[in-house]
């Protein structure tokens, strides 16, 4: 057995989607052959990591962490690159690919024809654009280690954390997937990516907002993706990541929800 089925094998999958392991590994071994695509990702977050966490932080030195701990520069920002690299991983592959596959390829026309049904292809789907944004984040996580901006060893549950982020992204972007009716239709994607990229306490603390917005930056999935993950790797454990986990749990499940039932419609009706 190969190691890509025991890969597919060994994964969770809920109830009405037992088959969605073959579709994961389908997606496995078609990037095969094609995994220059799969990790050219993953060099986005370590640019910005490197011009702006290193590069810029040495102009800026030290900022504060929240609670009055001051830190690095760069290693305020390397947690927040680790969440956007689980989220883009998850992103490129829940909207991008499965769009190209929905209505040019017609893959899911075929998988039809196979045991597999819709909530196969929506489980599967997700689960490989989840580990997909897991591969990100873990390659990240290791240059982060080398490069010295790690500075606990809670660091590794930052793993199931960006596991989490990656649900619950490729969850909503699949959903918002099946909506779209074009390439141009994207732009709305990149409209929502951006400014959450760049204003969910990414590159600077919190604090830095006035009062009366702070709480719309508080209010996007990826704000909850960064505390979370900046929390684990700089060792400021608390209760409080509850708030981030249930926050994207719930973001997760629902959007898997949705999409199981927005596939199902596209492809019988």
Known sequence: ????????????????????????????????????????????????????????????????????????????????????????????????????????AKLYDSVLATPLGPRDVAVGEITWALLRGLLYSTAFLVVAAAAGVVRSWWAVLALPAASLIGLAFAAVGMTVTTYLRSWQDFDYIQLALLPMFLFSATFYPLSTYDESIRWVVQATPLYHGVAMTRDLMLGDVSWGILAHVAYLSVMGVVGLLLAARRIERLLLR
């Open 1 to 104: 057995m190969s190691a890509v089925s025991t890969l597919a094998r060994a994964l969770p999958v809920p109830a009405g989607a037992g088959m969605a392991r073959a579709l994961v590994e389908r997606n496995a071994r078609a990037f095969r052959h094609g995994w220059v695509t799969l990790v050219s990702g993953l060099f986005e977050p370590l640019f910005y990591l490197f011009s702006l966490g290193v590069g810029l932080g040495a102009l800026i030195g030290d900022v504060d962490a929240g609670g009055g701990r001051m830190v690095d520069y760069a290693v305020y920002v390397a947690p927040a690159m680790m969440a956007a690299a689980a989220m883009n991983g998850a992103v490129f592959d829940s909207t991008f690919n499965l769009f190209f596959k929905l209505k040019y």
